[in-house]
């Protein structure tokens, strides 16, 4: 007897094949009682029964109970399919059509599959009460738990929910994933209720990459793997699901990739020192430095995670399996959000020009100088030489991160985006520009020929640009340099401000340039230089008289025959 109750809630009896179907207006007791009645009375000697044909309108097939479970699945399945389609795999979850049931069996046409039909126990089609739920006609979904000589079986337990311990070693034994609900965060991994197992799944196992709130998956039902099913105690996985499809993505992913394409995807992951990126099964990364042209002090004040991103592919470097470095035992693919932002220093150098006078931020200290922000994402270097006019042995000495700084710009390299800088006193940066109609007309003007630079050695008249108790400023022609107090020619604690002014012209010698560029001035020297030149113009006047005379004297009897 099958008892067949349908969703509209009428329920169908039949008896042996060839027998009249019961009245389809019987009662759910009147069935269920002669459903007992009949498991009750002893079963009838086996009978051949002929084959009767099934008219196509029939609710359902039946296949006599002497048949062997494998003859009705061989009679059924036929090898090959329709062009197109597709093999399933064990653990795959399918959906298809009951055509035919058999005493303990169902068959199911698969939806799109090679091996289109499949068979699964009736027993899994039943509920609770034991009343069979599908017939002929029906829909099911359910997950492929075998493939071999038996031919395709399916098992709805798992898609239900119902799981038990069999059927999660069933589940562990083929790789079958199974559906359950994260209920708590314990230590070191979650629990999840899987039907009414309870099973643990370790933070290592929970995703990809190491997850810092587990919480967040409290209440979500996800796919996992079983690992391990031991007494009552079951491990589970769903870091080797998201690999196995992150395997199946990336092979279709690499094939758009190259260095310098721009490709989308989707944070995955924020760190200190940079942020990951899933590009589709292929993991980047956007070092700290290539995620703004701005400074940057944590990632997440760029990105947070799940936000979807435009990326510059900068490299790609193949894993290196054999290389002692573990860094490169694996792919490694360098982004670059900073790529896809407008630069600004183009519109800096359109703004700012060599001799400027203004404030910056110290953003950075290097043992060689100090970087200064003068725009957002636009830095300049104020070189050690130039930060103070003593010499110091770190920048340190004299600046802070963080403070405001007056600077000067002193040279704008556009190729190289780099703009170098001299630290300037409040008191030069408020002095006002030198006679701006007078540049204006200079500028009007046919450009003058370069001064051409100047040497170690050459005399040079300048004019003071500025006095400080250990010296003095001279802007001369091709440059500017600084008087030390010692080489003034002033005795030693004079007081520079009252023997020297604003504007004034002095000559001077150029004792030296040091690497940097800085000048070091000296009146005394440019004193002594005139002084042999003067000399040597003398002696070229000079004859010799007589043979007997040799040279001209000391240099002290020529210089005071000079100034007679």
């Known amino acids: 007897m099958v008892v067949v ?34 498991a009750a009375a002893p079963a009838p000697a086996p009978r051949p029964v002929a084959p009767t044909p099934v008219p196509t309108s029939a609710l359902y097939e039946e296949v006599a109970e002497s048949e062997s479970f494998a003859d009705m699945f061989e009679a059924q399945v036929k090898d090959g399919g329709a062009p197109g389609r597709r093999s399933v795999r064990v653990g795959e979850k399918v959906a298809g059509t009951i055509f035919q049931l058999g005493a303990d069996t169902a068959f199911v046409s698969l939806d799109g599959a090679a091996k289109s039909e499949a068979m699964i126990e009736l027993r899994e089609l039943k509920d609770d009460e034991g009343i069979l739920r599908f017939g002929v006609g029906d829909r099911i979904e359910a997950h492929v738990v075998e493939m071999g000589a038996r031919g395709i079986l399916l098992s709805r337990a798992l898609a239900k929910g119902n799981a038990s311990m069999a059927m999660l070693a069933e589940a562990r034994a083929s790789g079958m994933p199974v559906e359950g609900m994260v209920l708590a965060v314990n230590k070191g991994g979650v629990e999840v209720a899987i039907g009414d197992v309870r099973a643990f799944c370790p933070i290592s196992q ?22 391990e099913v031991r007494d009552r105690n079951v491990v589970l996985s769903r870091r080797s699901l998201l690999e196995d499809e992150q395997r199946r993505l990336a092979t279709e992913t690499r094939k758009n990739l190259a260095d310098g394409k721009v490709v989308k995807g989707k944070v995955s992951g924020v760190r200190d020192f940079g942020v990951f990126v ?51 035992q694996k792919e490694r693919i360098t982004l670059s959000l900073r790529a896809r932002q407008e630069d600004p220093f ?71 985006k780099r703009i170098g800088l001299r630290r300037i006193t409040e008191e030069e940066a408020s002095r006002p520009p030198e006679e701006r109609p007078a540049q204006a007309a200079a500028a009007a003007a046919p450009a003058a020929p370069a001064a051409p630079r100047p040497q170690p050695g050459q005399v040079v008249v300048g004019k003071v640009d500025r006095i400080e108790q250990y010296g003095v400023f001279l802007a001369f022609p091709g440059g500017k340099g600084l008087i030390p107090a010692s080489e003034t020619g002033t005795d030693r604690g004079t007081d520079l401000r009252k023997h020297f002014s604003l504007g004034q012209e002095v000559k001077v010698a150029i004792l030296e340039i040091d690497p940097a560029g800085k000048i070091r001035l000296s009146i005394p020297a440019a004193q002594r230089a005139e002084e042999r030149a003067e000399v040597e113009a003398w002696q070229k006047t000079q004859q010799p008289q007589g043979a007997g005379k040799k040279g001209f004297g000391t240099f002290a009897d020529l210089l005071s025959k000079m100034r007679k």
Request: glycine share 8%.
């Open 278 to 328: 899933d590009l589709g099964g292929v993991e980047g990364m956007i070092p700290v430095s290539e995620l703004s042209y701005q400074r940057v002090g944590h990632p997440s004040e760029v990105v947070k995670q799940g936000d979807e991103v435009e990326v510059e592919i900068l490299r790609m470097e193949a894993a290196q399996p054999n290389s002692p470095d573990k860094s490169k």
């Open 206 to 227: 929970l995703d990809i990459r190491f997850v810092e709130k587990p919480d967040q998956f409290i209440g979500e039902k996800l796919q996992f793997r079983v690992t």
């Open 346 to 416: 183009k519109k800096a150098i359109a703004e700012l020009k060599e001799g400027d006078r203004l404030q910056g931020k110290v953003v950075r200290l290097q043992p060689f100088g100090a970087f200064v922000e003068l725009r957002p994402g636009v830095d300049g270097l104020v070189h050690i030489s130039a930060l103070s006019d003593r010499r110091i042995a770190h920048p340190r000495d004299v600046v802070k991160e963080g403070e405001v700084v007056w600077v000067v710009i002193e040279k704008i390299d556009p190729n190289d």
């Open 5 to 38: 109750k349908r969703a509209s809630g009428v329920i169908e009896t039949r008896g042996p094949a060839g027998d009249k179907p019961a009245d389809a207006t019987a009662t759910a007791e009147e069935t269920t009682a002669t459903a007992e009645a009949s």
